[in-house]
DNA sequence: AACTCGTGGAC
DNA sequence: TGTCCAAGAGT
């Protein structure tokens, strides 16, 4: 469960340590408003004050950038411009619609949320912060951007944006994933901000983490906060945030094989428990692999996977008899901590009864379907 | 506290 | 080609 909720009156201005040129400082505050007046980007979810949409661009843009988000919003508030709408969906249909944007639980859980708003807080989104904050999917950074967008309540916020630019404010050396830096984080951005319009404020403070102090060669000639900017008097601006430790990639081999009868092909949904849960793929066998570290990689070295294996393995996993195995194309796919290597093959096979996960379908219903990144790139090839 | 979960753009 | 990184949440 996420900690501490803020406390909007709880910190007074004389409790949080500050110079002159300190977060509370108000001419830092009247400095940072007037330079968002005059360079604010127009985003989409800026023209609203609907909390249903402004939600809806939160979760998207949960570490996902603004210009891949754009077109899925729009889309996205197209088909579901309400939270009925989106509560009486079908998650199928909103998966589709996510499909492409990675980390599909936000959408599964957005689903989940909006029925229970339905269910239970009358379909009206809540207002209250601990209510948002109970919703699936919404933390202690969503919970305050949208009671402080949608709502104008004083609520801090810490995210990528912000979070760099608090950390070169305060020179602070830790890692902001550590649990020291964090509290810090939350406190500068507690003391931050003001009870006027603390939405605007908010929304001030990440556009100029996003646009001026950027990850690299931040802009800090052009900051309207240079003079409250620890890292940059001392010169630390490009040596913080300090870089967290990047972990081990993995190097994997796998075999997809798209399989054709009758015009059907033949499709397996993905489990649950695993990566692109309930999202649709071409069935896939694992390439034996002899794993190695290579430096920072562990390097799969895989002879090419036998033809007759692969028969006999989709014979046993799925029932089905496979005539002819071609090779189509392959694919490089990095995930999270894998770098994936699909050798996709293409075969034709007897149409037969299949069971729950594996289902044929023909072209037009394919393309219809919430499909794998792969799959998809498969799909348009075989169309 | 450390992992998991995706993808595409910038450099 | 590789590396970094993004309006995080959940476990």
Same mark, same amino acid.
């Given at each position: ?22 977060? !509370?400082?108000? %001419? ?91 269910? %239970? ?121 300090? $870089? ?43 390439? $034996? ?12 070295? !895989? ?28 694919? =490089? ?16 096979? =007897? ?12 072209? $037009? ?19």
């Amino acid at each position: 469960m996420p900690i501490a909720k803020s406390q909007p009156h709880g910190v007074s201005r004389k409790s949080f340590p500050t110079k002159e040129t300190g977060p !509370s400082n108000p %001419q830092l505050r009247r400095r940072l408003r007037a330079w968002y007046r005059r360079n604010a980007r127009d985003l989409p979810w800026r023209r609203t004050a609907d909390p249903y949409a402004i939600w809806i661009s939160e979760i998207m843009l949960q570490q996902t950038t603004v210009a891949a988000v754009i077109p899925y919003y729009q889309r996205f508030l197209a088909k579901f411009p309400d939270i009925q709408s989106l509560a009486a969906a079908d998650q199928q249909q909103v998966l589709r619609l996510w499909e492409g944007l990675g980390y599909y639980r936000r959408a599964r859980q957005l689903h989940t949320a909006a029925q229970v708003i339905a269910s %239970q807080h009358g379909g009206e989104f809540p207002s209250e912060f601990d209510k948002i904050l109970t919703l699936p999917g919404i933390g202690r950074y969503t919970a305050g951007a949208i009671a402080s967008f949608a709502y104008d309540q004083r609520q801090p916020i810490v995210e990528a944006n912000t979070a760099r630019l608090y950390a070169r404010l305060l020179a602070l050396k830790l890692p902001l994933t550590s649990s020291a830096a964090q509290e810090a984080l939350w406190g500068l951005a507690q003391a931050i901000v003001p009870a006027r319009k603390p939405g605007e404020f908010n929304q001030a403070l990440i556009e100029l983490g996003a646009t001026i102090c950027t990850p690299r060669d931040p802009q800090c000639e052009q900051c309207p906060l240079i003079a409250d900017c620890q890292a940059h008097r001392r010169g630390w601006q490009n040596k913080i945030p300090v $870089p967290a430790k990047k972990p081990v990639i993995e190097d994997v081999t796998e075999t997809a094989v798209a399989i054709c009868a009758n015009g059907r092909w033949l499709l397996i949904q993905r489990a649950a428990d695993e990566r692109w849960a309930g999202m649709w793929d071409f069935p896939r066998v694992k390439t $034996p692999s002899h794993e190695q570290q290579q430096g920072n990689v562990l390097v799969a070295d !895989s002879q090419s996977h036998r033809a007759a294996d692969i028969r006999t393995e989709l014979h046993q996993r799925l029932g089905v008899t496979v005539r002819s195995l071609d090779e189509f194309v392959t694919i =490089r796919h990095t995930v999270t901590r894998f770098r994936i290597t699909l050798n996709c093959l293409q075969a034709e096979a =007897r149409l037969r009864q299949v069971a729950h996960p594996a289902r044929w379908f023909d072209l $037009p219903e394919m393309v219809d379907l919430p499909l794998t990144t792969p799959a998809r790139r498969i799909a348009k090839k075989l169309a």
